[in-house]
């Protein structure tokens, strides 16, 4: 009886079977990167909008305050003062008032915040809404953070 072999040139070599392998983990290691990457970015933002909720918070507590009382109130040493501590994230907020027009105060209202990951956001790297050496990045004399708002009020 004859032996029948079949010799079929169907299918990889070792050599393609390990080049695929290779390319595929290095397309995984990227997409997890961009995962976790993706995932610190979703935290930070929440985060934000807590913060940002907080300001706009203190803001219509400004905004409902005695308009003459306004300046004296929320200044340094004034009572409830310019600075207020956040209850929802670890956080410091700053209110400067700009009175130089007295029909028209411009107000803004600063949060610098830690991050979940432990990461200052804003100028105020110790939270205790004083600008202390070294911490005024841009030298223009305020806290400045990536939460802010800045408005203006008008006697009513």
Sequence with gaps: MKKIFFYFKKGFTLVEVLVATGLLVIVLAGLVGLFVYCSMLSELSGDMTMVMSELQGKWEEIRNHDYDLI??????????????????????????????????????????????????????????????????????????????????????
């Design 71 to 156: 300046v004296s109130d929320y200044s340094s040493g004034g009572t409830p003062g310019n600075t207020f501590d956040l209850t929802q994230v670890n956080a410091q907020g700053v209110i400067y008032i700009d009175a130089a027009n007295p029909e028209l105060l411009v107000v803004k209202i600063v949060a610098s915040w830690q991050a979940r990951n432990d990461r200052i956001m804003g100028e105020d790297q110790n939270l205790n809404g004083i600008l202390d050496a070294g911490e005024d990045q841009n030298g223009n004399g305020e806290i400045d953070s990536s939460t802010s708002l800045v408005s203006m009020i008008t006697q009513r």
